[in-house]
């Protein structure tokens, strides 16, 4: 029975390390992202696209 429990933890374990690596980097995929667009239409912006309206 131990043995059984103990395979069966393991990759559940590995599986919530995994998914919680996954969650941790589209986090900061989603944040450079915002970074890079914020920059961008600061760069418009200051060109005057949208100032002028």
């Not at 450079?32 to 760069?43: E, P, R, S, T």
């Amino acid at each position: 029975m131990n043995y059984s429990e103990k395979t069966a933890v393991i990759p559940s374990g590995m599986a919530a390390v995994f998914l919680s690596l996954l969650l941790a980097l589209f986090l900061i995929a989603v944040i450079i992202f915002q970074n890079k667009w914020m920059h961008y239409v600061n760069l418009q912006r200051e060109e005057g696209d949208f100032g002028r309206k």
